[in-house]
């Protein structure tokens, strides 16, 4: 089933270490993106991307960095975590091309940071 | 500044009509987007308005007013399975979503 795939769906973690979420898309969706979403709070944006080897910052990146090598994958990292980092992680892709540019949504990692 | 508002929660009764208003203040305007999200799901997409009017799509409608700043998702033929919030989205001119920070609508038998 084509989609978005992330990784892990779930993790606990202590504040200081390093963490990766994975995202990888079977569509072969130009643009990719990672939000986190709070209670009480829209989505909001951490990085994206618009095309493989390029990156940019939204909302909220301090904390986070991206990679996109190629197409499918765009993996979020935390380098030092931190208990404010604690949220529901979603990464979307789409289609830049299109006129809509809808969105597609992973299922999401809930990450909680003691 | 950049403003999304839409109301926090709404209830309806299964079988009913419910419409859902989301009013916005963004920096240029590119399209307004709305999306289902289950609990503990992703979002999903539902309708997307870049001129005024108003767009079907089997029980769910969604209105544009780009001169009042406003939209509404409407939703006729309440089911249970309608349960979810309701996300508004506004694409500004730069491409860039902003998000609001959805309606949880809870649908009573």
């Known amino acids: 089933i084509a989609g978005i795939t992330q990784a892990p769906t779930s993790q606990i973690l202590a504040a200081g270490r390093r963490m990766t979420l994975r995202c990888t898309q079977d569509m072969r969706h130009n643009a990719m993106y990672w939000y986190r979403q709070d209670l009480g709070l829209g989505l909001r944006l951490i990085h994206y991307?618009?095309?493989?080897?390029?990156?940019g910052k939204g909302e909220v990146p301090d904390g986070y960095s991206v990679s996109r090598a190629n197409t499918d994958d765009f993996p979020l990292t935390l380098a030092s975590a931190v208990p404010s980092q604690t949220s529901v992680y979603f990464c979307?892709?789409?289609?830049?091309?299109?006129?809509?540019?809808?969105?597609?949504f992973g299922a999401g990692s809930r990450l909680t940071v003691l | 500044g950049q403003n999304i508002d839409q109301p926090t929660e709404m209830t309806a009764t299964e079988g009913a009509i419910v419409q859902i208003n989301c009013t916005y203040q963004t920096s240029g305007f590119n399209g307004l987007f709305w999306y289902q999200q289950h609990a503990g799901e992703a979002p999903t997409f539902l309708s997307y308005?870049?001129l005024d009017g108003l767009e079907e799509k089997g029980r769910f409608s969604s209105f544009l007013s780009r001169s009042k700043g406003y939209s509404y998702l409407l939703l006729k033929e309440l089911q249970m399975k309608d349960s979810a919030s309701y996300l508004c989205?506004?694409?500004?001119?730069?491409?860039?979503?902003?998000w609001g920070a959805g309606t949880k609508l809870i649908i009573k038998p």
């Open positions: 991307s618009n095309t493989a080897g390029t990156t």
């Open positions: 979307a892709s789409s289609d830049r091309t299109s006129g809509a540019n809808v969105l597609t």
């Open positions: 989205a506004v694409r500004e001119s730069n491409y860039q979503l902003i």
């Open positions: 308005n870049v």
